[in-house]
Each structure stands twice: as structure tokens, then as C-alpha cells.
């Protein structure tokens, strides 16, 4: 069975420019979750998405959004990249809300 | 809502020593419990969790973890290290029912010496 994939795996980013990351849950999972880690900093939980439908966001600016699709992939956006949103990105899946199985992560670093 | 101590940022164990990480939590009923590993540039890998009943809880790679009450508390251990554990070990704590967010402590750095 494939685990949470994350793409891409690197992505480097000028100040000001929009970033997309995707993530792809382990199959039959619904809920997809996105953290942010920052050095230093732990994980700091951004969204959470279940069927398909934005069920709850952490204290992150507007400009971090993202969405669900029918098959349950996610996608996450920053737009007007700032500085100090250089960090690792962590999707993880869950099957029943409880356990969650995370991807390896898209280190994003805007110069 | 609630809340998750790591007191330690840093832990620096000889190999085949033994092992206890700190986990403290906030929360007015019994909730969730995990921890979870992360190899570096990888993602997070659950080592185990509690639910409910037993307060011993055993999980993959020899390590196991027990639930105090009394003290809101959730400690890692590990009879034997061994150099693969070094890592850093995050606790996570999340609440039944509702909006279930799991959230996570800011992760204790294992050092494991020869």
C-alpha cells in the first residue's frame, strides 16, 4: 500500500511569488491534513480537509489556502511568499480522524 | 483546548543506555496520545499511541510509553538505545470527538553517542 506522497519534494522560491505543493492520501483515507515546520519551531497545524470540505485552519494568514479534491488529494497554496515561509510543509492522511500517517514533506525555501 | 510540553530540546544518551523522553499535556478530559519520530529530512513516523485502557502502551522499535493521570503525562521509554534512535521525537496530543486537530510539542532531539 503507498504511503502519503508529496510534491514536490524541493521547491525553491523568490519573495512575493506564489508556491503550490500537493499532497496524495493513503487510498481510502478522506481527511488530509497540512502542518507547517519551521526550524526550531515544531509543527504548526495550518488546515485540515475531509471530504472534500475545509473543516478547520490554524492562525495562519489568509494567503495560505488550499483545497480537496474529489479523490481526496489536496493542494496547498502560499501566495506573496514572505522570508519566513521557508520551511518543511507536512501532509498527512488519517482514516478515521485519529492517527495520522504523514508524508516525507516539501522543504520550500524562498530566498 | 490543548496543549503539549516537551521539556527537553536536546537528550544525549551513551548507545545501550537507557531512555526516557518527557511529555506533559493539557487537557480537561483524558485525550489522545501519540508519539511520533522523524528521521532527518523525512516525515513523521508514529510510534505509538494511547486511547484508552491500558496505561502502558508498547509500540514499534522497542519503545514503549505510559499514561500517568495524575501527572498529565505521556514519558517515552527505551530500555537499550541504539544509534539508529537518534532522531528527533515529537509528543502529540488531540481531543475525542468534534474537531479533531491533533497538536504536537516542539520535539526533543535524541543524541545517541558510541
Known amino acids: 500500500e503507498a504511503g502519503v506522497t508529496q510534491s514536490p519534494t524541493h521547491l525553491i522560491k523568490t519573495r512575493g511569488q506564489q508556491a503550490t505543493l500537493r499532497c496524495s492520501p493513503i487510498?481510502?483515507?478522506?481527511?488530509v491534513y497540512w502542518y507547517q515546520q519551521a526550524l526550531g519551531l515544531g509543527l504548526q497545524f495550518l488546515l485540515w480537509y475531509d471530504e472534500g470540505e475545509e473543516r478547520n485552519r490554524g492562525n495562519f494568514p489568509p494567503r495560505f489556502s488550499g483545497r480537496q479534491f474529489p479523490n481526496y488529494s489536496s493542494e496547498l497554496n502560499v501566495n506573496a511568499l514572505e522570508l519566513e515561509d521557508s520551511a518543511l510543509y507536512l501532509c498527512?492522511?488519517?482514516?478515521?480522524?485519529?492517527?495520522?500517517?504523514f508524508g516525507s514533506g516539501t522543504q520550500l525555501s524562498v530566498l | 483546548a490543548q496543549s503539549v510540553t516537551q521539556p527537553d530540546i536536546h537528550i544525549t544518551v551513551s548507545e545501550g543506555a537507557s531512555l526516557e523522553l518527557r511529555c506533559n499535556y493539557s487537557?480537561?478530559?483524558?485525550?489522545?496520545l501519540f508519539w511520533y519520530v522523524q528521521s532527518p529530512g523525512q516525515g513523521l513516523q508514529l510510534l505509538l499511541k494511547?486511547?484508552?485502557?491500558?496505561?502502558l502502551v508498547q509500540g514499534i522499535k522497542g519503545f514503549e510509553a505510559e499514561f500517568k493521570r495524575s501527572q498529565s503525562s505521556f514519558n517515552l521509554r527505551k530500555p537499550s538505545v541504539h544509534w539508529s534512535d537518534a532522531a528527533e521525537y515529537f509528543c502529540a496530543v488531540g481531543a475525542p470527538g468534534g474537531s479533531y486537530i491533533p497538536t504536537f510539542g516542539r520535539g526533543t532531539s535524541l543524541i545517541v553517542h558510541p
Open positions: 487537557y480537561g478530559a483524558t485525550p489522545y
Open positions: 498527512a492522511s488519517s482514516p478515521e480522524g485519529r492517527r495520522l500517517f
Open positions: 494511547y486511547f484508552s485502557g491500558d496505561t
Open positions: 487510498s481510502g483515507h478522506t481527511s
